[in-house]
């Protein structure tokens, strides 16, 4: 089966850092992009940044130039350093992928658990 996993979530202060990870596990063919999404409270979640298996990176503008998102093909893993963290980028990220999977080469978007990151004094 295959997983995606989230690590590195936490408190925080403003003006800290956090580097979260996320590791894919299982038969995993390809990653075609995979990334950062946010949720705070209430129903919308928020593109934060993606990188695809190429290495083209995007980045909402909230984050931009205090996020960097980057990969680690051979471990299958994707990290998102977060400095200079803001009261405001408190949520909970979720990993999500699209990947091709399993003998038959297979599409399939996956999401992890989560992990929330508390900005505050």
């Known amino acids: 089966q295959v997983q995606l996993v989230e690590s590195g979530g936490g408190l925080v202060q403003p003006g800290g850092s956090l580097r979260l990870s996320c590791a894919a596990s299982?038969?995993?063919?390809?990653?075609?992009?995979i990334g950062w999404y946010r949720q705070a409270p209430g129903p919308q979640r928020e593109l934060v940044a993606t990188?695809?298996?190429?290495?083209?990176?995007n980045y909402a503008d909230s984050v931009k130039g205090r996020f960097t998102i980057s990969r680690d093909n051979a471990k299958n893993t994707v990290y998102l350093q977060m400095n200079s963290l803001k009261p405001e980028d408190t949520a909970v990220y979720y990993c999500n992928a699209d990947l091709v999977v399993g003998r038959f080469r297979s599409y399939r978007d996956v999401w992890g658990q989560g992990t929330l990151v508390s900005v505050s004094s």
């Open positions: 299982g038969s995993i063919y390809s990653i075609n992009i």
């Open positions: 990188i695809t298996g190429g290495g083209s990176t």
